[in-house]
């Protein structure tokens, strides 16, 4: 299989991170769109395809473009499988961009995650819900006590320790102390992580992502549109999709296997590349456990593997497998859908925006993992600097 | 007939989630309050599933029949819960979830009243049912 069109990824903006008490959750998705379309040297009134997840309303894509006043849009996708619907929507777009429905997509979140009101999307667990009347009853602390869950059955299955996991919250920070926007910035240490307090155990606070406000954004153009602008292209040339289960993680097929482990090799296909080629990462880190998990079943390292790959600051900016460069969901900001970020910060490295160590020396080629719900959906997005 | 499982009385002191039973599941909460865990058994392929749905998760039959489950099973994961996840369950707080694999085959996420230093992944373990509600019982695990 091959992408039907590589979609370039022609504008990447966050909105303000971090807590924006005088915001809402659409302003934060608007001012990330308004400021990814600037990026692009594009304004609204070229979008013709509207992406939208993680709102507070059930049809998101509609909110998100009656707000910004775009009119009859020929793309729109109201995906909702969790932190990684943004991959998703990547791939969709390339669909219709193959079809000719869309040259102008924009992709957006936005949330009050820290400050806002709950977002009853999020908690929505009514008690006639056909599923959710068993699962509420187990009183567990979810996400972070369903990824622990994971967690255990990867250390009892392949003696993985909580050291190793700490291994993922240290590189993150180090990354995070390189970049003004991340809300955590002072290094940390694998005890630190051990000696922080146990929040779902085996996990600690620093095994657990932030809770933040923001948003992002990100404009896919077609290859022809992407030649008009004045920009350092950056393409898609693989994406796919998977789900396994939903809201209760005993649903889950094996707690030591994702879906990456169908996406990751399908969307490395349509790239006509592999693992080794992949210059810089950015993989979902809800917790430590997603990272590692997620990394073993893209094919970094043999299943159970992991966390020997993580040793020694691998993911770090001396690494071998340089990962989630911004400080990640760990360390830079979370505001509950994370996807949307992975996808803006491939796209800098691509472009090599940054400066000193930050940029990873000579990036040509990087993948964006997101992983939804818990541990449930996985999609992966495949992108090389240029147009393909 | 079934293995009763024993039935705690909580009604007074509850303050958590109270399950609404509605369509397939009416028949599985039915049977908690009469100390039974009823399991779905597929007539085609024989497979038994948990939680209850109008078709086999495995095979995609319609033909399911309810039979008691023993409420005896093993910990295929665990974790010590800090942070209570729900209303009404700050009192035990930390306090075990437990992913069980129910000797039946289906698998279940569920609370253990329990030490954390009293489980491991494969540690034998029963039910036991907390009346919630006048409908209702929820399964909580201990170890066997």
């Known amino acids: 299989m091959t992408m039907p069109v590589n979609p370039v990824m022609a504008g990447v903006a966050e909105s303000d991170l971090g807590e924006t008490p005088d915001r809402n959750w659409l302003e934060n998705a608007a001012i990330a769109t308004m400021r990814a379309l600037d990026d692009a040297g594009l304004s609204k009134d070229d979008v013709d395809g509207v992406g939208f997840a993680g709102a507070d309303d059930y049809m998101p894509s509609l909110v998100l473009a009656e707000y910004l006043g775009i009119d009859l849009p020929t793309h729109t996708d109201g995906t909702e499988i969790g932190g990684s619907s943004f991959e998703a929507m990547v791939e969709h777009a390339a669909h219709a961009m193959a079809q000719g429905k869309t040259d102008v997509t924009v992709i957006a979140y936005g949330s009050t995650s820290k400050t806002g009101e709950e977002n009853p999307y999020e908690s929505g667990q009514r008690e006639d819900h056909p599923v959710n009347q068993f699962t509420r009853l187990a009183g567990l602390f979810t996400p972070p006590g369903a990824y622990a869950l994971g967690a255990r059955r990867h250390m009892h299955e392949y003696g993985t320790t909580q050291e190793q996991l700490a291994e993922i919250a240290v590189s993150t920070r180090e990354w995070a102390s390189m970049n003004p926007k991340a809300a955590q910035q002072d290094p940390i240490t694998v005890e630190d992580v051990l000696d922080s307090r146990p929040i779902t155990d085996p996990f600690n606070l620093l095994d657990c992502c932030l809770v933040s406000d923001g948003g992002g954004a990100v404009v896919l153009v077609s290859p022809e549109k992407a030649a008009e602008l004045d920009i350092v292209p950056v393409s898609v040339t693989g994406a796919a999709s998977t789900h396994t289960h939903r809201g209760d993680i005993s649903e889950m097929p094996d707690l030591t296997q994702t879906g990456a482990a169908q996406s990751g090799p399908q969307a490395f296909e349509e790239a006509g590349i592999t693992t080794d080629d992949i210059d810089v990462a950015q993989i979902y880190d809800s917790f430590t456990y997603t990272v590692l998990v997620t990394l073993e079943d893209l094919g970094f390292c043999e299943k159970g593997k992991g966390g020997e790959f993580v040793e020694g600051g691998t993911l770090g900016p001396d690494g071998d497998l340089p990962a989630n460069t911004q400080g990640g969901g760990l360390s830079y900001c979370h505001p509950g859908h994370f996807g949307i970020f992975l996808l803006i910060e491939a796209t800098r490295q691509l472009r090599h925006e940054y400066e000193g160590d930050r940029q990873v020396d000579g990036a040509e080629t990087g993948i964006a993992h997101g992983t939804g719900g818990i541990l449930s959906s996985s999609s992966t997005v495949i992108l090389e600097r240029g147009v393909n | ?144």
């Not at chain 2, 009385?9 to 908690?32: C, H, M, Q, Y």
């Not at chain 2, 998760?57 to 399911?64: A, E």
Request: aromatic share 10%; glycine share 10%; hydrophobic share 35%.
């Open chain 2, 1 to 144: 007939m079934s293995d009763s499982i024993p039935i705690e009385d909580k009604r007074e002191s509850w303050e958590g989630p109270i399950p609404l039973p509605n369509g397939v599941t009416e028949e599985f909460w039915a049977g908690t309050v009469d100390g039974e865990f009823r399991l779905q058994h597929c007539g085609d392929c024989g497979e038994a599933q948990f939680y209850p749905r109008v078709v086999c998760k495995h095979c995609g039959s319609m033909d399911l029949d309810w039979e008691p489950a023993s409420g005896d099973g093993t910990v295929h994961s665990y974790i010590v819960n800090h942070i209570p996840g729900e209303e009404g369950f700050g009192e035990f707080a930390p306090y075990v979830v437990a992913i069980v694999e129910l000797e039946e085959g289906p698998h279940l996420t569920a609370m253990m009243p329990v030490d954390g230093d009293d489980v491991e992944i494969g540690t034998a373990v029963e039910a036991r049912f907390w009346q919630i509600s006048d409908d209702t019982a929820m399964p909580v695990f201990v170890p066997a």
